[in-house]
């Protein structure tokens, strides 16, 4: 499953791109989440904060969805992919880890 194709949480209306958790301070302009970077990532519980870079100026995005795939397997695909636009980490592919089946 591609970043951009994941599931909304119920209350939530979109997870790509992701949504800001903070409104642009006096004098910033506002932004897109794909126009920037990705420069690091936090995990709290079923929901990812991605730092992210626009024009020089630091924001948070957050993103929750409903699973699969998991929480885990998204964050190690973006842990690996700091740096890189993030326009282009929409069309990611999430590997997920296999399930151990008890016999």
Do not use: C, F, Y
């Not at 626009?54 to 957050?62: D, E, K, L, V």
């Amino acid at each position: 499953m591609k970043l951009r194709d994941l599931q909304p949480r119920a209350g939530t209306t979109m997870v790509w791109p992701p949504q800001w958790e903070e409104s642009a301070g006096p004098g910033q302009p506002s932004a897109v989440a794909e126009e920037g970077v990705l420069k690091g990532l936090q995990r709290l519980g079923n929901r990812l904060l991605l730092q992210i870079t626009i024009n020089g100026h630091r924001r948070t995005a957050s993103m929750e969805w409903d699973p699969p795939p998991a929480v885990g397997d998204v964050e190690v695909l973006l842990l690996a992919s700091i740096g890189a636009e993030i326009r282009r980490l929409g069309d990611l592919e999430v590997p997920t880890r296999k399930q151990k089946t008890r016999r």
